[in-house]
């Protein structure tokens, strides 16, 4: 059982019998949910299946957080396993219910088994962490980082009609950036 903390501090994760628990301690936003999205997948990839996120210190969240949150929903669903959220703020459990993320993941769930233990998991965590390599936190390019956020974001627009056009101009835009990137690359190759 490994805990660690991402370069910027903000998030730490530890993998329990039970499930990856990754806990934010900053604002969940563009920034650090690629390393979010990174921790989950490598999980995911090893036969894992149920996440916590733990947003007890997490201030808020952006759409690209709440886009990246549902896209590790879907994959966990897909494995038959689920993705909590433990302790958001009010307002950012307004906001996930405002988008349908609780149609995907479930919100600080009472019968949860973890609620018994969260106060313990907390402090394994608080003991345990150990900082990454700086290959593993390394930051990302501008066009990794567009293309991270515009899948963020499709993600959030796939999900209903009301997201869709809330975002379809998000997406277009950043169509439009990642395109641009790429052709900058192509140039400088």
């Known amino acids: 059982m490994e805990a660690?903390?991402?370069?910027?501090?903000?998030?730490?994760?530890h993998e329990f019998d039970d499930c990856l628990?990754?806990?934010?301690?900053?604002?969940?936003?563009?920034?650090?949910?690629?390393?979010?999205?990174?921790?989950?997948?490598?999980?995911?990839?090893?036969e894992g299946k149920n996440i916590v996120v733990?947003?007890?210190?997490?201030?808020?969240?952006?759409?690209?957080?709440?886009?990246?949150?549902?896209?590790?929903?879907?994959h966990c669903l897909q494995k038959n396993g689920s993705l909590h959220i433990a302790?958001?703020?009010?307002?950012?459990?307004?906001?996930?219910?405002?988008?349908g993320l609780d149609m995907l993941l479930e919100i600080d769930p009472p019968d949860a088994a973890w609620q018994a233990d969260k106060a313990?998991?907390?402090?394994?965590?608080?003991?345990?962490?150990q900082a990454?390599?700086?290959?593993?936190?390394?930051?990302?390019?501008?066009?990794?980082?567009?293309?991270?956020?515009?899948?963020a974001h499709n993600t959030l627009r796939s999900m209903n009609r009301q997201n869709d056009e809330t975002f379809g101009y998000v997406c277009e835009t950043l169509e439009e950036d990642l395109m641009r990137h790429e052709n900058e690359q192509n140039d400088e190759a």
């Open 4 to 13: 660690i903390v991402m370069a910027d501090n903000s998030l730490t994760f």
């Open 21 to 46: 628990w990754v806990r934010c301690s900053a604002r969940g936003c563009f920034v650090n949910s690629p390393q979010l999205k990174n921790i989950a997948d490598k999980y995911l990839e090893r």
């Open 54 to 74: 733990d947003l007890e210190l997490c201030p808020g969240v952006d759409s690209t957080f709440m886009g990246t949150l549902a896209g590790i929903a879907r």
């Open 87 to 99: 302790d958001p703020t009010e307002r950012t459990r307004a906001s996930m219910e405002s988008l």
């Open 120 to 129: 313990e998991r907390r402090a394994t965590m608080a003991r345990d962490s």
């Open 132 to 151: 990454l390599g700086d290959n593993e936190s390394a930051p990302l390019s501008e066009l990794e980082r567009t293309r991270h956020v515009l899948e």
